[in-house]
């Protein structure tokens, strides 16, 4: 993956904007003479943002007669980066912003620009295990703006009863269900490489494992203590790629094929297991519509069944700049995203691809599969943020290396060694300690 929105690959972000981006806008706000209000609130063009962010201002508005919003959108990646900060810096920010939750708000110098939330009522209705996400030296700044995506296998539900599998919870019990995939004549496990950015799951989607395994190494790895080649733990998910691999366990073409061809295998039974994200699942409902009720979600299996659980990629965040003049109507706006009712109304405009993080909010009973599988590892807390959400530490090259190491080109040990490089300019650039 390069460098991303929620570091999941441009190219995932654009076909999958419900990982939302960021907002921003013309600072300040009207009042009428009527005593009505306007505040500003602006957000990324992609399609299902804007489609989401449409719906809940709707409903706000409906609901809060006196207060109005003007929208605005703005550009995605890296340039949309720049205009936040820019905004910021220079007081221009809109009353109510959009933009990733986790370790890229630390850029946004939080302390500075934005208002603090920390027990504020705006945050009654936000779970607490969102919370560190949007938390920057013990102070809250935003609230989530979407649902949670989980990253690990999505199977074909209908082919594992077909061959009596259970959904393992161990690597040893995957690897003994992709070999009776593959003895019936089935694909075990799906790969995509030409969409590049889909290489990368075993090893970012097996942060819950190497959190369990290394609790601190999240920390150690910010700070140049850690490294994926010397930490057992972390050096695993480049192993699970090479196995596969070597196992035979891969469609034929896996080099050229893409996300779409991957998805059509798992939706026709054909594959069995995908390494990817649940986001990518609402999306293709149009195409394959029983990928909503025939594909499941499972985490990636680590090594030990007492320790299973899932890694989450959270959802993006609503903040207020503090160079806001009307700070009442920007927070009731908040509150109302933070609400079931605020919930509901995105819910219809972009169907979830996982839970919400926001109490009160459930799930549709027409919700995908995926969504509801994620929903039962974050209500038993089998869960854990991405790494991308505690660190951030991210290099430009992991898509590319992950292709190699999974084409059998690259072995684990010099794919985890050549990341570990690959990092260095990215920490140096945000001058992090220990680099």
């Not at 306007?38 to 709707?58: C, H, P, R």
């Not at 097996?206 to 203590?225: I, L, R």
């Not at 790494?387 to 090259?397: R, T």
Request: one cysteine or more; aromatic letters at 8%; glycine letters at 10%.
């Amino acid at each position: 993956m390069k460098t991303t929105r929620h570091r999941l690959g441009v190219a995932f972000f654009a076909a999958l904007p419900l990982l939302s981006l960021a907002a921003c806008g013309s600072s300040g706000g009207t009042t009428a003479s009527d005593g009505s209000v306007t505040i500003s609130f602006l957000y990324d063009n992609g399609e299902a943002t804007v489609n989401s962010a449409k719906a809940v201002v709707q409903a706000f508005e409906a609901a809060n007669p006196k207060i109005k919003i003007e929208t605005e959108s703005r550009p995605a990646g890296t340039e949309g980066d720049n205009i936040i900060k820019t905004k910021l810096s220079t007081g221009e920010m809109s009353d109510v912003f959009w933009y990733n939750s986790g370790s890229l708000l630390q850029a946004l110098n939080p302390g500075q620009t934005l208002v603090d939330l920390t027990g504020d009522p705006v945050m009654k209705n936000v779970e607490e295990t969102y919370l560190p996400v949007v938390t920057q030296a013990g102070k809250v700044y935003g609230v989530p703006t979407g649902t949670a995506t989980g990253g690990g296998i999505l199977y074909n539900r209908k082919v594992y009863e077909k061959l009596g599998l259970q959904v393992p919870k161990s690597w040893a019990e995957f690897t003994a269900n992709n070999d009776k995939i593959k003895a019936a004549g089935l694909t075990a496990v799906i790969s995509t490489f030409k969409d590049t950015w889909t290489s990368q799951l075993f090893v970012l989607a097996d942060f819950f494992n190497v959190q369990a395994a290394s609790p601190t190494f999240a920390q150690d790895y910010t700070a140049n203590k850690a490294k994926y080649a010397t930490t057992p733990a972390a050096l695993t998910g480049f192993k699970r790629l090479e196995e596969v691999q070597a196992k035979g366990y891969l469609n034929k073409g896996f080099g050229s094929a893409t996300l779409d061809a991957g998805m059509k295998l798992l939706a026709e039974g054909q594959g069995v297991h995908y390494p990817m994200l649940t986001g990518v699942v609402p999306g293709f409902i149009g195409k394959f519509p029983q990928v909503g009720t025939d594909v499941g979600f499972f985490a990636l299996p680590g090594d030990d069944t007492a320790k299973n659980g899932a890694t989450v990629w959270e959802p993006g965040a609503a903040y207020i700049p503090k160079t806001t003049k009307k700070l009442d109507a920007a927070k009731k706006f908040l509150a109302f995203i933070a609400s079931p009712a605020g919930a509901a109304a995105i819910g219809k405009a972009t169907p979830p691809a996982g839970p919400y993080r926001i109490k009160g909010a459930a799930l549709p009973a027409d919700a995908v599969q995926v969504a509801k599988d994620l929903q039962g590892y974050l209500d038993k807390k089998e869960a854990a943020p991405a790494l991308e959400f505690v660190s951030p530490v991210k290099g430009p090259s992991l898509e590319n290396i992950t292709v190699a190491v999974g084409s059998g080109l690259t072995t684990a040990a010099e794919g985890a060694a050549q990341y570990d490089k690959d990092v260095e300019k990215q920490a140096k650039q945000l001058g992090l300690a220990g680099w």
